[in-house]
């Protein structure tokens, strides 16, 4: 059984984006319950030992723990890649072998901002369910296109997902997913995102849609098909719990229209990454 006061959150990043990564895990020891502990892994792509040292002293600071994950990447070569989505996209694919003594995880984004405590999401009663994942904005008939055979077409963002550790070993979810990347890769616009849904369709719980405020919803650039799920995004839109920069409207970039731009700025410039938001940035 997970332990409610000790969370455990798993991120991916390189060098280019530990700032981001930086950025979202102050925001999370700043909303937790002052008695809960965060407990941070990273897949490690190569960032630098100084990045390291500098995300480490601000961890430590908030008396949460930090441990830097390495992955096999042999078992990632022959994965389908793109320009906006790379290998290490897969790489959560992998966390629950990497994590054998852990029963439950919640999976972040680095390029994320958290603005409530995640105790709620982590609390969550799963069910018979592999995890817990909000709809992704505006992909509402992918499962039809991709020709799988599922009781209902909602379609999860990979961006965060809080995952049932354990199950997932016991059901071998990470090995189903290699079999079907090595077998219907000409499928894989979305690359990691469509494998997971191919594989777990209908047995994941949906969340509000506050929980991963993708950019899509919040600047109302799609609209959801159903009535009540219009509704939902309206009340993300006015009160987002986790705000999900994904996309290409990155708030570091010097044009970001993004609303919510100044709060990340907020937070960034009280790590070790400063960035002055008038700056012309040329960040990924």
Not at 97 to 117: G, Q, V
Not at 124 to 141: K, S
């Amino acid at each position: 059984m997970f332990d409610s006061k000790d969370i455990t959150i798993v991120s991916s990043s390189n060098e280019d984006f530990v700032a981001h990564l930086t950025t979202l895990f102050l925001s999370l020891l700043e909303s937790k319950n002052e008695d809960t502990r965060l407990n941070f892994y990273v897949i490690d792509d190569n960032i630098s030992l100084n990045s390291k040292l500098l995300l480490n002293r601000m961890v430590n600071q908030h008396k949460a723990r930090i441990s830097y994950l390495t992955i096999d990447e042999t078992e990632f070569e022959n994965v389908v890649e793109s320009e906006r989505i790379p290998k290490t996209a897969y790489y959560r694919i992998s966390i629950p072998n990497l994590l054998k003594d852990s029963d439950r995880a919640i999976y972040l984004d680095c390029d994320m901002l958290s603005l409530e405590n995640i105790q709620t999401i982590w609390d969550l009663d799963l069910g018979d369910n592999l995890l817990a994942a909000v709809e992704d904005a505006g992909f509402h008939d992918r499962l039809n296109l991709m020709g799988i055979d599922c009781q209902s077409n909602k379609y999860f963002n990979s961006g965060m997902m809080v995952m049932d550790l354990k199950k997932w070993r016991e059901e071998k979810i990470t090995e189903q997913a290699f079999d079907f990347i090595a077998t219907y890769p000409h499928l894989l616009k979305f690359h990691d995102q469509d494998t997971l849904n191919a594989i777990l369709h209908d047995r994941w719980l949906e969340l509000h849609p506050r929980w991963n405020a993708q950019t899509y919803l919040i600047l109302d650039e799609k609209q959801h098909p159903t009535v009540l799920g219009r509704t939902k995004w309206e009340e993300a839109r006015e009160n987002p719990a986790i705000v999900h920069f994904c996309g290409h409207e990155k708030p570091w970039h010097k044009e970001s229209i993004h609303p919510y731009r100044e709060e990340y700025f907020n937070f960034r410039n009280r790590t070790a990454f400063p960035l002055e938001e008038v700056k012309e940035v040329s960040e990924t």
